[in-house]
């Protein structure tokens, strides 16, 4: 064992950790990062399906309500550096961004290496070191700062980042082992689960439908008999259940044994929807009830599907439609209900809920309340937000402040 001593060791090469690196590095601090990988970024390249949905569009102030109830610890940081900065972050370095209908910023290439490449050459500008491969093990806290051990070394720092992500896709290297370095130096660990993560469904009518996805699909959840919230957003039809960013941002609120009744026709008035329908089926005797339903915008394979579920033939004419068969139909149209097997684990889940916990971490710094010179930055600590670009921007915000701090720390 051997001590080598850095200004600044910061664990974890992901966005947080990178961005940290290369803004306090831009400023002359000698920053070591240790990566588990023999790359950086693994997570960051699979971001928005490798295209990399950066940030989201908008006033920053709107981001607080995309993080639950923990966007107010987050204001700091985006405020200090929101979304218009880290676009022109990344225009200044030549990749431009382009935005969606839907607000989501993304790079103009569309490819998450473009922004991985543009964090890797700001940090070799900037005089980072990079060591891949290295996994850190434990961290101690020394006399006049940290001990950072590894494999084969043990590194002495004056500050120290932690930015080593929560625990889904364990795959990239996001294991929870910050959580157990920030756990020994003293921290709370709020209870972690997955968050952004698809719904698994219990006897599934959809499977053949898998692929089928909705713009603006309102749903209502309920719990013992109860409705306890409804939610309108994008939905796909998986193999096994339901995702897409309507589902995702909501399955916080989800547990197994929930039902979730999906409207195919909106958020209508059942009974004007009811009526609607039944006026348009007596006026039609010799139209086929699918020629009817597929009127209402909805997916003619889903309403194939339906009709089989509700007991209607395909080419079954209005006339013949029972009335049994009619009051299915719409029951199934209005509110077709799903029962919530189970929540996908973190296996799935694009984010990690709980983490570092918040009371122990100054939002204006990111520096520990605890240990002076310890930092947070990224998932690790106890945010998650909403799909659209909001948790990448708090991995870059909340690693900026971290630099900024740092700097003023070191003088
Ligand atoms: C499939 C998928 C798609 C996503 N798409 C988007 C999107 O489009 N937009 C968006 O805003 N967010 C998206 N996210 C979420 C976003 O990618 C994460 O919130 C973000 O990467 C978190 O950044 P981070 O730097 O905090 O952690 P991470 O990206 O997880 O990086 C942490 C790094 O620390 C390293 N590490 C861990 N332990 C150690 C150790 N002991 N020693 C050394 N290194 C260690 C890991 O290997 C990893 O490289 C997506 C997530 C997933 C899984």
């Known amino acids: 064992m051997r001590g080598i001593t850095a200004q600044i060791i910061i664990i974890g090469a992901g ?15 000698k920053i070591v990062i240790f990566e588990k990988n023999p790359v950086p970024g693994k997570k960051l390249l699979l971001a928005g399906s490798g295209q990399c949905n950066i940030t989201h569009d908008g006033p920053v102030r709107e981001f607080l309500t995309h993080y639950g ?31 969606t209908k839907a607000g989501k910023v ?16 700001e940090c070799a500008t900037n005089n980072v070191t990079l060591h891949y491969n290295e996994p850190v093990l434990n961290v101690r806290q020394s006399a006049d700062g940290f001990f950072v051990e590894t494999r084969n070394t043990i590194y002495c720092g004056k500050l120290l980042v932690i930015a080593t992500g929560g625990t889904s896709y364990p ?8 959580y157990r370095f920030a756990s020994s130096l003293g921290h709370t660990i709020e209870e972690t689960s997955p968050a952004l993560a698809p719904v698994i469904v219990d006897g599934y009518p959809f499977a053949d439908l898998a692929g089928i996805s909705f713009d603006s699909l309102h749903f209502s959840l309920w719990r013992l008999g109860k409705k306890i919230g409804s939610h309108t957003g994008d939905l796909l039809f998986t193999h096994q259940g339901l995702s897409g960013p309507g589902i995702l941002d909501y399955s916080r609120f989800i547990r197994p044994g929930d039902t979730i009744r999906l409207s195919f026709v909106g958020p209508v008035q059942g009974e004007v929807f009811a009526k609607g329908l039944s006026e348009k089926i007596a006026a039609h005797p010799v139209s086929n009830v699918k020629t009817i ?34 009051n299915t139909l ?5 509110e077709f ?12 889940a694009m984010v990690t809920r709980g983490g570092v916990s918040l009371q122990e971490i100054d939002p204006k710094t990111m520096e520990s309340r605890l240990v002076p010179g310890l930092y947070f930055a990224g998932e690790i600590i106890d945010i998650d937000g909403d799909t659209g670009g909001y948790n990448l921007q708090a991995a870059f915000s909340t690693g900026y402040l971290a630099a900024k701090a740092i700097i003023g720390k070191c003088g």
């Open 15 to 29: 966005p947080a950790g990178l961005f940290c690196a290369a803004n306090a590095g831009a400023a002359g601090k």
């Open 69 to 99: 109830d923990k966007g107010p610890f987050l204001k700091p940081a985006l405020m200090n550096f929101p979304n218009t900065a880290l676009i022109s972050f990344f225009q200044e370095r030549g990749l431009e961004m382009v935005t």
């Open 106 to 121: 993304f790079p103009a290439t569309l490819k998450s290496t473009d922004v991985l490449h543009t964090l890797e050459t």
């Open 171 to 178: 795959g990239t290297g996001a294991t929870g082992d910050g």
């Open 293 to 326: 339903v597929l009127q209402y915008k909805v997916p003619e394979r889903l309403v194939t599907g339906l009709l089989q579920l509700s007991g209607i033939p395909e080419d079954l004419t209005c006339a013949h439609l029972s009335k049994i068969q009619r």
């Open 330 to 334: 719409i029951a199934n149209l209005l």
């Open 337 to 348: 209900p799903i029962r919530v097997g189970k929540i996908g684990g973190f296996n799935e």
